[in-house]
């Protein structure tokens, strides 16, 4: 099982039944996690449903781009709201004897299975798409999103479905200690589940790097088939699979060296506990790289948000007007700049 994947409840269990951490210790870890958990959820939460609107609201952002954004902003908030579940059932058994049994936590957490698988798949989708953008950029506008999508999205929407399907069908009442979706299907779907996930997962990179090969080729040879709002685009999406990256691959290759170097079990074991951030940045940080890379983004958040708050869009407001101030002053610092003439 991969370390990434195990979560709150699995990490405490295990600190408890090899007694690394006395009573004490171990609640306070379990509520500094719990904590940050619901911080989690409702900062992304409340950027994916606000980047979700925006996007209906605004037809400039309907893009392949943006629709893509928003499907993988529906998939998180699901996620999101599913963590609820997971701490729920993980309270009820430490607390009040409550025993987990597999069937129940499959009927209660398969839509959390769905959306993780086709989050998953998602998210290569992304890095596909942003291939495509630089690799063929003229073609890819010709590109019609009824013919588009479905192409696309027909492997993660199998891995979901499959996923779902196969657990109904060999689906058991086994006691198990927590109720996540790896703890939900049974042994043998669980490892076909992670092997397709690693597969999505190692496709993303390997299209990340051939799109920023390619996009470094082209810059280099001044290329100028690349639109503008292409080049806009890329900026976001570069840091959101970037962050994926980061979140999925790195900390569960470091955490496995960490283990393999021999390295003090119990640091390990709360090293894997707090593993779990990495997964809550990645379904909580679309909107907000969107906000921060993007200043069309930035406007139609600030515009929606004053809506909603009319303080908060002011105070965001004075922020971008001194981001774009700041933007220009050094903008004309480089333009001012010259070799000056030295006279023989």
Not at 200 to 218: D, E, I, P
Not at 225 to 239: C, G, N, S, Y
């Amino acid at each position: 099982m991969l370390i990434f994947n195990i979560s709150i409840e699995e990490q405490f269990n295990i600190m408890k039944k090899f007694e690394m951490i006395d009573e004490e210790t171990y609640k306070i870890n379990r509520l500094i996690i719990c904590s940050i958990v619901f911080v989690f959820q409702f900062f992304g939460l409340f950027g994916n449903v606000n980047l979700i609107v925006l996007t209906y609201r605004k037809k400039s952002l309907q893009t392949k781009y943006g629709l893509i954004m928003v499907i993988l902003a529906v998939m998180h908030c699901f996620c999101l709201f599913f963590e609820y579940f997971n701490v729920g059932f993980g309270i009820a058994s430490m607390y009040f004897d409550y025993t987990i049994r597999r069937n129940i936590c499959f009927y209660t957490i398969f839509p959390y299975i769905f959306a993780h698988s086709l989050q998953t798949g998602t998210i290569c989708v992304l890095a596909f798409d942003l291939f495509l953008t630089i690799a063929k950029p003229i073609k890819y506008r010709t590109y019609q999103i009824r013919y588009y999508f479905p192409v696309i999205f027909s492997p993660p929407l199998f891995y979901a479905l499959y996923s779902i399907i196969a657990g109904f069908i060999f689906l058991d009442d086994d006691v198990i200690q927590l109720c996540n979706p790896p703890y939900a299907l049974v042994a043998k779907i669980n490892g076909q589940w992670y092997i397709l996930m690693m597969t999505f997962t190692l496709l993303t990179v390997v299209f990340y790097a051939f799109a920023f090969g390619l996009l470094f080729y082209k810059v280099n040879r001044n290329s100028s088939d690349i639109r503008l709002i292409e080049r806009k685009a890329m900026k976001t999406l570069k840091v959101l699979i970037v962050i994926f990256v980061l979140t999925r691959l790195i900390t569960t290759f470091l955490l496995n060296i960490l283990s393999y170097i021999g390295i003090d079990k119990e640091v390990i074991t709360l090293a894997q506990s707090y593993n779990i951030v990495g997964g809550l940045i990645g379904y909580s940080q679309n909107a907000y790289v969107c906000y921060f890379r993007s200043t069309e983004y930035r406007s139609l958040f600030i515009e929606q948000i004053t809506k909603l708050s009319p303080a908060v869009g002011k105070h965001l407001s004075k922020k971008e007007t001194s981001m774009r101030v700041t933007t220009k002053w050094q903008h004309s610092q480089v333009s001012s700049m010259h070799i000056p003439h030295v006279e023989k």
